[in-house]
């Protein structure tokens, strides 16, 4: 079992004695969405590390998008309750990188590759995603290499 896993299940047991609601209720859900992905397949597997900061980060996405779309929808404290499920998450999560660490990042990957104009995304990207590892979003990054190719 990796550590984090075990981790989270540790934290599960001391926020159930604790009656704290929303991180039990937190962790429970991210443990939930492991064993869906492990179960998931042709055969169960185990989860390394990386796969579960991976299922954690897209957790995080969710209720970092569900409480945009209850804020505007009216319902402030519903997205509310989505933040603090999505700060409980971000505990468990590396932290993320500042826009000038990603900066430097995609510099790096652009002079590796060689690669100039908006036709060579796809291969800066390649280089960048595995350096950046669940350290920063999809999007931002996308963002980042369309800047600077563009």
């Known amino acids: 079992m990796s550590s984090l896993k075990e981790r989270l299940q540790a934290d599960l047991t001391a926020a ?69 499920e999505g700060a409980v998450l971000e505990d468990y999560l590396p932290a993320q990188l500042s826009d000038d660490e990603l900066s430097t990042l995609v510099a790096d990957a652009i002079a590796e590759t060689g690669a100039s104009g908006p036709k060579a995304m796809g291969q800066v990207m390649r280089v960048v995603n595995p350096k950046v590892a669940g ?3 999809g999007g931002r990054v996308a963002a980042e290499v369309r800047r600077r190719l563009g």
């Open 16 to 84: 159930m004695r604790d009656r704290d609601t929303v991180r039990t209720r937190t962790i429970r859900m991210a443990l939930t969405a492991i064993t869906n992905e492990e179960v998931s397949g042709a055969a169960a597997r185990e989860l390394g590390d990386d796969e579960v900061t991976r299922v954690l980060t897209r957790e995080a996405k969710k209720r970092r998008e569900a409480a945009e779309a209850f804020e505007s929808g009216g319902r402030p404290e519903r997205a509310a309750d989505e933040r603090a």
């Open 135 to 137: 350290r920063a979003e």
